[in-house]
């Protein structure tokens, strides 16, 4: 493997126009080891996994989940096929973003159309406040009813968002590097830091805060003809950092949190197999056990979503090539670990649930509504 290059200090960017920051200063550090899940390593989950349980458009079924019921409402396509993220406010208004705009629903309320933009690629929520971000680097901010507004135009390819207020918001792009965004003013101006390892081409793929002093990214960088992922934190002073020891991922395309404990999720060995990966006490990245399948032909595909909570399962989108291109809903239940719950919905994206955890929405080809019901 060749020698890693050298860490480079931190400097960040601060913008009113982002028009005036395509030079930032850039944030390194080595690349992650090779070591990690699938590397010879007993916790890599492997094995047969349990039969699925199937479900899909005008189904209603229902999966055990350790003490839960988790169960699967008949799916909904009030547009045409093709959803790409879902998030939601404190208040239970739900929105959608799909390919003919960005959909909304109150609570007990019918589908409506919130916004006629059709390329909304990643969405966040506050409380009552909702921004959203276009592929072409469009934010947009919707404070309670009031109409949606534009924030100053970020010229890069958005990929994520992360909403820690009304005002604070986080985003990741890509374009001439791999940048992570930072605004306390709700879009008017923007702090910019760049992942850079040289020549190496590096990208974001996630962003996530656990609160307004702790921050995640992931991505990967492309070293050599194989991709390793990475994972950086913040404690919200714009300073970036590698989180932890080695990843031994080949990409991250999720991170959630529960409780202390973080969660990534990826595509890793063997054969880009599908993981996801916890913190231990110690701080360090440890497999969690995620059934992929037999080591000769694993069947699970990439992790590229999750959510949960404490009165809840972490559940992970699992979407990509595995045998053949699959979407699968997993969860990481109560006295059983990491479960196949559903598979046969089409290709799943994003996934979503209101406070409380009784509630979870998925969202590809359809708008799938489960409900969290714990078992007496």
């Known amino acids: 493997m060749p020698s890693c290059p050298a860490a480079v200090l931190i400097a960040v960017a601060v913008t009113t126009s982002l028009a005036a920051c395509s030079q930032p200063d850039s944030v390194g550090g080595a690349p992650p080891a090779t070591t990690g899940p699938g590397s010879g390593s007993s916790a890599d989950g492997g094995g047969t996994p349990p039969p699925p349980t199937d479900g899909g458009v005008g189904n209603t079924v229902t999966a055990t989940c350790g003490n839960y019921d988790i169960i699967a409402e008949p799916a909904e396509m009030p547009n045409p096929p093709g959803y790409r993220a879902v998030a939601g406010t404190a208040a239970g208004d739900l929105y959608v973003a799909g390919v003919r705009g960005l959909l909304h629903r109150s609570p007990g309320g019918a589908w409506t159309n919130s916004s006629d933009v059709v390329d909304i690629v990643a969405l966040s929520a506050t409380a009552q406040d909702v921004f959203a971000a276009t592929q072409k680097g469009r934010v947009m901010h919707l404070s309670g009813a009031a109409a949606w507004t534009d924030a100053v135009a970020i010229p890069m390819e958005i990929v994520s968002l992360a909403a820690v207020s009304a005002t604070e918001v986080y985003a990741v792009a890509n374009g001439g590097g791999a940048h992570i965004l930072h605004t306390r003013d709700a879009g008017a101006s923007w702090k910019v830091a760049v992942i850079s390892y040289g020549l190496r081409p590096a990208y974001l793929t996630r962003i996530w805060a656990r609160s307004a002093g702790?921050?995640?990214?992931?991505?990967?960088?492309?070293?050599?003809?194989?991709?390793?992922?990475?994972?950086?934190?913040?404690?919200?002073?714009?300073?970036?950092?590698?989180?932890?020891?080695?990843?031994?991922?080949?990409?991250?395309?999720?991170?959630?949190?529960?409780?202390e404990t973080t969660y990534i999720g990826g595509e890793g060995e063997p054969f880009w197999a599908g993981h996801v990966l916890g913190t231990s006490p110690d701080g360090h990245w440890i497999d969690d056990g995620v059934p992929y399948g037999p080591d000769w032909s694993p069947d699970l595909p990439g992790i590229i979503d999750m959510w949960g909570g404490l009165e809840s399962p972490l559940f992970a989108v699992a979407t990509g090539v595995a045998t053949e291109p699959a979407s699968i809903l997993l969860a990481r239940c109560p006295g059983q670990g990491w479960t196949r719950l559903f598979q046969n919905l089409g290709i799943l994206r994003r996934l979503w649930g209101p406070p409380g955890g009784r509630e979870l929405y998925v969202v590809g080809d359809a708008i799938h509504h489960f409900r969290i019901a714990p078992r007496p």
């Open 214 to 259: 702790d921050i995640y990214a992931v991505g990967e960088l492309k070293w050599g003809t194989m991709p390793f992922a990475y994972v950086y934190r913040s404690a919200g002073d714009d300073q970036w950092t590698l989180a932890g020891d080695s990843v031994g991922m080949r990409t991250l395309g999720a991170i959630w949190g529960v409780g």
